[in-house]
């Protein structure tokens, strides 16, 4: 098996430069039937999967799989605002490494907090504030990618008996040392959740037993210690 390494490095850095995203101001600001979110997101997206003539960015059946989740808020009339959007453009972007309950752990609160809120911080204002990152963070990929490849590109150059075959395990390190990256990253992410949910679970738990304890204060089952 012959692997051109220059070809496949040029053609990555390539991928990288055509990275986008959906911007808010891309988003319709008109409510929108489930056929055109799906159309919208098929329109947007489809160049990020891996096969864009076959690949699905999103059906009618994940829309109303993440409703019944409590992923996405319900639409309201069977129209979804721009809201919705941003929220399954996140989800989207989260499903391919995040389970369902991480995904819900994760977005639940932003939901929560900023669906529909007109003042202050909205989610309009925090997704934009998050996808302006991607410049940046392109930039630091293409990298670190390079870095990774240079470094595979020296594996097995000193051995002798396996000249023949250094190319593909070159091409092997290069796929292991990515897939190490992935690996520790998602370790990583399911841990910051992990460790978000027992605080919020331990919060909730406090707020309860405070809330009880006061119940009991005010009547007057609780007495003082003698």
Do not use: W
């Not at 101001?25 to 799906?38: E, G, R």
């Not at 204002?125 to 240079?150: G, T």
């Not at 009880?212 to 089952?221: I, L, P, R």
């Amino acid at each position: 098996m012959t692997i051109h390494m220059e070809d496949l490095l040029n053609s990555i850095m390539e991928s990288f430069d055509r990275i986008d995203y959906i911007r808010a101001a891309d988003i319709p600001n008109i409510d929108l039937y489930m056929d055109q979110v799906t159309t919208l997101m098929e329109s947007r997206l489809r160049n990020s999967t891996r096969y864009p003539d076959q690949d699905k960015i999103l059906t009618k059946t994940m829309i109303n799989n993440y409703t019944k989740n409590n992923l996405l808020p319900p639409p309201l009339k069977k129209k979804y605002s721009r809201e919705h959007v941003m929220i399954l453009i996140f989800i989207y972007y989260y499903k391919g490494f995040m389970s369902i309950s991480d995904i819900q752990t994760i977005l639940q609160p932003i939901t929560e907090r900023y669906f529909k809120k007109s003042d202050g911080l909205t989610l309009e204002d925090i997704y934009e504030e998050v996808f302006s990152l991607e410049k940046e963070q392109v930039e630091a990929l293409k990298k670190d990618v390079m870095d990774k490849f240079m470094c595979a590109q020296k594996t097995f150059a000193d051995d002798q008996n396996e000249q023949e075959d250094q190319p593909f395990l070159s091409f092997f390190a290069f796929i292991c040392m990515l897939s190490f990256d992935v690996y520790v990253k998602k370790l990583l992410i399911e841990k910051l959740l992990d460790a978000y949910t027992q605080t919020e679970s331990g919060r909730a738990g406090k707020g309860k037993k405070a809330a009880t304890q006061k119940e009991q204060e005010k009547d007057g089952s609780m007495k003082d210690e003698p």
